[in-house]
């Protein structure tokens, strides 16, 4: 089908992410068990209810630092120019059912895979940035690990050389 198509490419990170492979099996829910953080990196806040705040260049704030740039119109992940209609967006991560059933009531088949093709690459999105976040910080504690060692082999020398 097109949906499958569409989700079936893989993120620009090269990975799929859990819930796109659940939907891809059919086995999808409606919860998943990726929580999204706010993508301010003083903040990152995990992001499981309430309200965000969505950018046009695919980033989600928690609701402070999403309020903040409504002021200052730029991204402070990527910068990006966020002036105009749709560029910077109010959302509520738990829809009620009646705000789910009417949505996209209505519209074509197309108009709706084409909604859930881009929410879809969003999840994807933010999944490769969590990836790469993780990846930066797990080698930001090697290097700690290594800096550590380092010093305690120096001091078991050192220590070795006095007992000699």
Known sequence: SLLQEKISQKSPC???SSYTNRLL?????T??????SCNNMACRTRLSSGRVWVTYCSHIF?????????????????????????????????PG????RMVLAGLSPEVILDISS???????????????YLEERIERVRGRVESVKK???????????EIS
């Open 14 to 16: 090269g990975i799929h």
């Open 25 to 29: 099996s059919g086995m999808a829910t």
């Open 31 to 36: 919860t998943t068990s990726h929580m999204l």
């Open 62 to 94: 928690c609701d402070p630092c999403g309020a903040s740039l409504t002021s200052t119109l730029a991204c402070t992940s990527c910068r990006t120019d966020l002036t105009g209609k749709y560029r910077l967006t109010k959302k509520f991560l738990k």
């Open 97 to 100: 059912i009646e705000w789910k």
């Open 118 to 132: 881009s929410a879809i690459q969003f999840y994807q999105h933010q999944t490769c940035q969590e990836v790469a």
């Open 151 to 161: 010093y305690y082999e120096g001091v078991i020398e050192q220590f070795k050389r």
